[in-house]
């Protein structure tokens, strides 16, 4: 069986994967190579499944991500590292639904709380190296036999050949293919800084960082983010760059100063609900919004199910 997978993002890289490895000769058309995608390339990013999603098939999907990544963390993949994440609130809130007392889950003491926060928690996640990663992931496929070819679609007949199989995994742009209204961009910026050593991720959602976060990878860290629904422009705001470079030193002291590295805004394709289902000869697979590197393995194993299926 052959099929075409449209995107070279995460969610195209780990379906392609996964559907070579089923002895599906998959190949990838995108119009962006992997470096340049814009959501994947431009994530902060850690396995972090926002949401309230307990029990639906994205908590099963994040969770399938989560043991893959921790994985391949530990066998070395660069780019991939297990670390503490500190989530702090502004107001009492419950558990996570993925909290995991093996994953070094606890709530926090008040030593954790400094600078007025009500409470929070502590679990390890793994911290995901955006631009490295991709790198791995490609090479993965292409080891495969997998090849990428760089073309923009207007439609899924110009994928493939008639009764074989299109996989839509084009992010923001599967909506256009698609014809699905409800997909829509949901704009973030961050910036990537080098200052003193950090070897903890912090998020904070709310109060008067609003939705905040540093993550350290190597010797550098991503500092987010902002959520702008509806918004397509890619220009980086300077003055979201200096509120930023605030938030960083508010959270870690020791990134006041920081070199900045770059500034990136990315397109997280929203949508509402993730769309992993079959039409046709045509398998979607999008919608993944701020959880796409979260939800990524899950979701492509789902897809080979679909392919593989007898019809
Ligand atoms: C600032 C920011 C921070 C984030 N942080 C996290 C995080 O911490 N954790 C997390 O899980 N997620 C995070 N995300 C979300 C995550 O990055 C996305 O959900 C995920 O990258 C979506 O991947 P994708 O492959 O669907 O899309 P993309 O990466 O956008 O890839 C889409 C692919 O489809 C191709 N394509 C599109 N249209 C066409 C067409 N018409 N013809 C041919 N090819 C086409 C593109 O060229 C590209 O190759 C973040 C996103 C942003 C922007």
């Not at 912090?202 to 960082?209: A, C």
Request: a negative charge.
């Amino acid at each position: 069986m052959r099929a075409t997978v449209i995107g070279a993002g995460v969610i195209g890289l780990t379906t392609g994967i996964r559907l070579r490895e089923a002895g599906v000769d998959a190949h990838i058309v995108a119009a962006e190579p992997p470096a340049d995608t814009v959501a994947s390339s431009m994530a902060g990013a850690i396995w972090y499944p926002y949401g309230d999603s307990a029990g639906t098939r994205e908590a099963a999907w994040g969770r399938r991500s989560l043991e893959i990544f921790t994985a391949l963390a530990q066998g070395g993949t660069p780019g991939l590292v297990v670390r503490d994440m500190l989530e702090l609130r502004y107001e009492p809130s419950p558990d996570p639904w993925w909290a995991d007392p093996a994953l070094g889950y606890r709530r926090c003491e008040p030593v954790d709380l400094a600078g007025g926060y009500a409470d929070g928690y502590i679990q390890q996640t793994v911290a995901i190296d955006v631009v490295p990663t991709l790198g791995v992931l490609e090479g993965r496929f292409r080891e495969l036999g997998g090849t990428i070819e760089l073309r923009r679609l207007s439609r899924f007949a110009d994928a493939t050949a008639p009764g074989e199989l299109v996989i839509n995994c084009a992010g923001v742009g599967a909506g256009e293919l698609a014809a699905d209204q409800l997909v829509h961009p949901i704009r973030g910026q961050v910036v990537r800084v080098r200052g003193e050593p950090v070897d903890r991720i912090t998020m904070v959602d709310g109060g008067p960082l609003g939705y905040a976060y540093v993550m350290p990878h190597s010797d550098e860290c991503v500092v987010g983010g902002t959520r702008q629904p509806g918004v397509w422009d890619r220009t980086p705001d300077d003055a979201v760059t200096e509120q930023l470079l605030e938030t960083a030193a508010t959270l870690e002291p020791g990134l006041r100063n920081a070199e900045v590295i770059g500034v990136k805004v990315g397109l997280r394709p929203g949508r509402g609900e993730v769309r992993v289902e079959r039409e046709g000869d045509v398998i979607h697979n999008y919608g993944h919004a701020g959880n796409g590197w979260s939800l990524s393995w899950g979701c492509a194993e789902t897809v080979v199910e679909l392919a593989t299926a007898p019809r």
